[in-house]
């Protein structure tokens, strides 16, 4: 039944393609000049792969004490998997997650595909 009414409320062109979230956690000795110019430099992978529909970022603020010590959100859409798997293999992407590697205490990645919006 939930599925149903998620159904009926979904607007369907929200549904299409698929998102790479990406959740940063900076070591301590990464400067927040550093991390600025990461999220410049993350931000542009739009500019040189073709196949980055839409990027958005933010920095975390829930009261909820759960982020886990991750503190940078990135969101990457596609129109589906060939996309996103060609972008994980493109050379400016992966000349990016290099840069960004030895600034990282630890990194978490999901993505999916919207199955329905309310």
Same mark, same amino acid.
């Not at 998102?19 to 430099?41: G, K, M, N, P």
């Not at 829930?62 to 060939?82: I, K, M, R, Y």
């Given at each position: 039944?939930? !599925? /149903?009414? #998620?159904?009926?409320?979904?607007?369907? !062109?929200?549904?299409?393609?698929?998102?790479?979230?990406?959740?940063? @956690? %900076? +070591?301590?000795?990464?400067?927040?000049?550093?991390?600025?110019? #990461?999220?410049?430099? %993350?931000?542009?992978?739009?500019?040189?792969? @073709?196949?980055?529909?839409? %990027?958005?970022?933010?920095? !975390?603020?829930?009261?909820?004490?759960? @982020?886990?010590?991750? /503190?940078?959100?990135?969101?990457?859409?596609?129109?589906?998997?060939?996309? +996103?798997?060609?972008? #994980?293999?493109?050379?400016?992407? #992966? +000349? %990016?997650?290099?840069?960004?590697?030895?600034?990282?205490?630890?990194?978490?990645?999901?993505?999916?595909?919207?199955?329905?919006?309310?």
């Amino acid at each position: 039944m939930l !599925n /149903t009414q #998620l159904e009926r409320k979904t607007n369907m !062109n929200d549904l299409h393609g698929l998102r790479h979230i990406v959740l940063c @956690a %900076f +070591r301590d000795d990464t400067s927040e000049q550093q991390r600025e110019s #990461l999220v410049r430099e %993350f931000a542009l992978l739009k500019e040189y792969i @073709a196949v980055v529909r839409h %990027f958005e970022y933010g920095i !975390n603020s829930s009261p909820e004490g759960l @982020a886990d010590g991750f /503190t940078h959100c990135f969101t990457v859409h596609f129109d589906g998997a060939p996309e +996103r798997d060609a972008y #994980l293999i493109d050379p400016a992407h #992966l +000349r %990016f997650v290099e840069l960004l590697k030895p600034s990282l205490a630890k990194v978490l990645v999901v993505d999916y595909a919207p199955l329905a919006t309310v």
